[in-house]
């Protein structure tokens, strides 16, 4: 029972923490398709953080994807190509509009 109210604890406090330490240390909003962006721009000064933030979301998937049990996965409805294109729709579509659901969401909030 203590279990079930420590990691939903833990979780939001990593994700209002994560932001926040970005903010703080590197002066940008954590805007996940302003980052993965900003790695075409050609500005070798910025290249290392956006690399290690893009490798560790990644990371961090492929690490719940393997440490969870195939019980508690989701699977999805529809075809996973389907799933990636609309994702990248909604990753164009935040850019092109000047903000993205991450870092509006979450650090607007905040």
Do not use: H, K
């Not at 050609?42 to 990371?59: K, N």
């Not at 393997?66 to 996973?80: D, K, N």
């Not at 190509?81 to 870092?103: E, H, K, P, Q």
Request: aromatic share 10%; glycine share 20%; with cysteine.
């Amino acid at each position: 029972m203590f279990a079930t109210y420590l990691l939903p604890l833990g979780g939001g406090t990593l994700i209002g923490l994560a932001p926040s330490m970005m903010l703080l240390y590197n002066g940008r909003i954590a805007e996940v398709s302003g980052i993965l962006s900003g790695l075409f721009a050609r500005r070798p000064q910025d290249g290392y953080w956006r690399v290690c933030s893009i490798l560790g979301l990644l990371v961090g998937g492929g690490l719940f994807f393997v440490t969870t049990s195939s019980a508690s996965r989701l699977e999805a409805p529809i075809p996973m190509v389907m799933i990636d294109v609309a994702g990248f729709l909604v990753g164009y579509g935040c850019r092109l509009g000047n903000g993205c659901t991450s870092g509006q969401g979450v650090c607007g909030m905040g």
